[in-house]
């Protein structure tokens, strides 16, 4: 087994967490080419991020993330901060020749996101490796999907429809929180979830968005200023209230490449909605739906079957022969959210050891910015909207 590779992290709320959990227990699922170790965890004060240590696994912790870049014993740094300091953290360690894991979007604006892509590319001349953490493609059933239609299962892909619905914010008394906060967040319900049904619909097609037509709303535009604040949850302040400077819902229409067309819509005002996530692909020979609140199954339509016996068949991805089960549990035991992670963590770890670019890259997210810097464009105009072609 070759050295083990030695991880430091910067950021332990919520994706501090899921990242944290996935480095736990990688070792221990997946036979790996190198063992990771968890040496240290970033954070901005010295008793918070102590005891974020010692709940999460690390084996040390420090209140000043450059000190990450100096430690000849962390050979890879985790980003899961706000998106404001996503290209500062990531050029910075690219630099100094550490391997990067940045959670997505990749950053709050495309002239961000094209230097950290061009840093990116520079590394990798030096064998430095960079990714972007769209966790969504590592659950089964979405890789699943992806090979079903590159078989060609589905025929000629007509529609994608893709839904991303929550509620945490409907109570206009919720706190203005990070997220809520265009100069941190970059954008609200657009980066936060519109990244991802883009990414998702773009990776299991095979097909890039070329253009786009689009509205946003924000519904409450202003709220208390928080007085405490973790994950997605926070409390309030006094009576001080902040301005809204984020979308609250991203609608839009798109084309794809080979005349696919697709409807999306993100929102955080979806009453009811915890975290939905929703993916139909039509194509000539049949359909593909996948939903998140159901992740271990597909709903497959085919019309290769006689007319007699057609209709949606249920998939549960739970087998040995589907993708990353293999190494989890026996057949019809089902997986959670947190082993998506997990794989994304053995995916990254399986691409630095064999010397390969690991998927999405830093380009491959550039290319999800752009989407959404058009879909912002396109909301400003009320217009069609080309999206500008990756370049560096």
């Keep these: ?9 910067v950021g332990y709320a919520f994706m501090g967490a899921a990242h944290s959990q996935a480095w736990r227990t990688v070792n221990h699922v997946y036979d790996l080419p190198a063992p990771v170790e968890m040496r240290v965890v970033s954070g901005r004060t010295e008793a918070s991020v102590a005891a974020a240590a010692a709940r999460l696994g690390w084996s040390g912790h420090t209140d000043d993330w450059r000190t990450l870049l100096t430690r000849d014993d ?20 690219l630099a100094a020749g550490k391997h990067v894991l940045c959670e997505k979007p990749l950053a709050n604006s495309v002239a961000e996101a094209r230097k950290m892509a061009a840093a990116a590319l520079a590394a990798r001349a030096s064998g430095v490796r960079a990714m972007c953490g769209f966790n969504y493609r590592r659950v089964p059933a979405v890789a699943l999907m992806r090979q079903m239609i590159a078989e060609g299962r589905l025929g000629a892909i007509r529609h994608v429809r893709a839904t991303y619905l929550q509620d945490w914010i409907v109570d206009p008394s919720f706190p203005l929180v990070w997220r809520l906060r265009r100069e941190v ?5 657009l980066g936060d979830l519109g990244a991802h ?33 973790t994950g997605l949850s926070a409390t309030g302040g006094d009576a001080e209230m902040g301005d809204v400077t984020v979308d609250d819902a991203a609608l839009f229409l798109a084309r794809l490449g080979e005349g696919v067309v697709a409807s999306y819509e993100a929102t955080r005002f979806a009453t009811g909605r915890k975290n939905g996530l929703h993916v139909e692909i039509n ?12 992740m271990n199954e597909l709903q497959f339509y085919s019309r290769d079957v006689p007319e007699t016996e057609q209709g949606f068949t249920r998939i549960l991805v739970t087998e040995p022969a589907h993708p990353y089960l293999a190494a989890w ?10 082993h998506t992670f997990t794989h994304q963590a053995h995916d990254l770890v399986q691409a630095i050891a064999a010397g390969q670019d690991p998927a999405p890259s830093f380009s491959d ?27 560096l």
């Design 74 to 93: 962390v050979d890879l740094i985790d980003i899961c901060t706000p998106g404001d300091t996503h290209a500062e953290i990531a050029i910075a360690a």
């Design 329 to 338: 549990w026996p057949p019809g035991h089902l997986i959670g959210y947190e």
């Design 185 to 189: 967040a970059g954008s609200g319900a």
């Design 197 to 229: 049904i883009v990414d998702l619909t773009q990776y299991v097609t095979g097909r890039l968005i070329t253009e786009v037509s689009a509205l946003t709303e924000t519904f409450v535009k202003r709220r208390p200023l928080p007085a405490a604040s």
């Design 365 to 391: 997210a550039l290319q999800v910015q752009l989407v959404l810097d058009a879909v912002a464009r396109s909301a400003e105009t009320s217009a069609w909207t080309a999206v500008e072609p990756v370049s």
């Design 1 to 9: 087994m070759s050295q083990p590779l030695r991880v430091g992290m």
């Design 283 to 294: 194509g000539s020979l049949g359909t593909l739906v996948f939903d998140f609140e159901r």
